[in-house]
């Protein structure tokens, strides 16, 4: 099924610590992560410094970046724009640092009582305005559907890709975050297949929301990785695990394996266990 290697994941739901991040990915046999934050400190904070001591870790570990998980579009769309533009410049150098053009990114809260389509022609003027940038410094903005923002649902962000989809605007697909939006997972791939570029993994069920490992929730990432592999689909699989409240989870803390794992190191492990029972099945 899809190739092993281009599993990658966000190592800061490991640990807070970036060696002990690495440590479990290298016993997993996994190659990338997605880098969001090391000590608790966001990646779009990291000063010049940090950037090179972390990248040179990394470096000597063996281990790349496979994109930023970044919080660029993750504020109200009233917020003022112009100090998050000069984030993003800021994120955009810290991707070439760690040797990736891949950013993931959102596209603005939209208040609960409040209409989004209202705020369409201002999400994409913004998003514009990233991308615009991105392009000029060649980076690549992964937009991921997030619960809460104007491309939560398929459909608007389908029209967020019909709007400015390119080699430097593409889509993130999260099963979970669609299941959470109570979209069905099938119908929101079909629809936006053609702007995928990148897999989160993790499930969720639709009564409660609560997520879950792959596979085991009404994502249908089993059929849609399917469907990907035959389209010859070569981008990451990305574990993003949010286990925490997981009732099995809770279970699997008394086996012999939660002896030698943190709580937060057995919830990576069992998200990477339930992705590669899918993708060797």
Do not use: W
């Not at 939560?152 to 999260?174: I, P």
Request: charged share 30%; hydrophobic share 35%; aromatic share 10%.
């Amino acid at each position: 099924m899809l190739r092993e290697s281009r599993i990658t994941g966000f190592a800061d739901e490991i640990s807070d610590s970036l060696k002990e991040q690495v440590g479990l990915l290298k016993q997993l046999g996994m190659e990338y992560l997605e880098l969001r934050s090391v000590e608790g400190k966001n990646v779009a904070d990291f000063t010049i410094e940090e950037i090179k001591e972390v990248k040179k870790y990394l470096d000597s570990e063996g281990i790349k970046v496979s994109a930023i998980g970044s919080p660029i579009g993750k504020i109200s769309i009233k917020a003022p724009f112009k100090e998050h533009l000069e984030s993003f410049k800021r994120v955009v150098e810290t991707a070439h640092l760690f040797e990736t053009s891949n950013i993931r990114m959102f596209s603005f809260y939209i208040q609960k009582e409040e209409r989004p389509e209202d705020y369409k022609n201002a999400v994409i003027d913004r998003l514009g305005e990233l991308k615009s940038y991105g392009k000029n410094h060649k980076a690549v903005l992964l937009h991921e559907n997030e619960k809460g923002i104007y491309g939560d649902t398929a459909e608007r962000c389908k029209e967020l890709f019909l709007a400015l989809y390119d080699e430097n605007f593409k889509g993130v697909f999260d099963f979970a975050n669609f299941v959470q939006c109570n979209e069905d997972t099938l119908k929101a791939y079909r629809l936006l297949k053609p702007y995928i570029s990148y897999i989160h993994i993790k499930d969720a069920v639709l009564e409660t929301g609560e997520v879950r490992p792959a596979g085991m929730g009404d994502g249908n990432i089993r059929d849609i990785l399917t469907d990907l592999d035959t389209g010859g689909y070569s981008g990451f699989l990305s574990l993003e695990p949010h286990l925490a409240d997981f009732t099995m989870l809770k279970q699997l803390e008394e086996s012999a394996l939660s002896h030698s794992m943190t709580n937060r190191e057995l919830a990576f492990h069992t998200a990477h266990e339930a992705l590669m029972k899918i993708l060797n099945s």
